[in-house]
């Protein structure tokens, strides 16, 4: 049986990735070790959400804590690193 038949991906298939905005890490320049699904990104928006802030860059969201968006010093139109570890991606069919 190949892989469709386990509900995995098949080699060549078109996937999607898709992950939670709690699941990104957001660093000022690219992280090393373990996490190795990174992404450089412009920051297009900062929106209050709840108890956390919501780092928005296009389409991708990352959820941090207050205290981290104010270390980070991020605003707008900066660039940074969007990082998510390989487990927290799930991959649907495009």
Do not use: C, H
């Not at 999607?16 to 990104?24: E, G, L």
């Not at 802030?53 to 981290?68: E, H, N």
């Amino acid at each position: 049986a190949d892989r469709a038949d386990r509900g995995g991906p098949v080699a060549g298939t078109p996937m999607v990735a898709a992950f939670r905005p709690a699941t990104v890490a957001v660093f000022p320049a690219r992280a090393t070790g373990s996490p190795r699904n990174s992404w450089p990104v412009t920051v297009t928006a900062l929106e209050p959400q709840g108890d956390l802030v919501r780092v928005r860059a296009g389409r991708l969201s990352a959820d941090i804590t207050p205290q981290a968006a104010a270390d980070l010093a991020i605003t707008p139109g900066d660039e940074v690193w969007f990082t998510v570890k390989a487990t927290e991606v799930d991959l649907y069919p495009a």
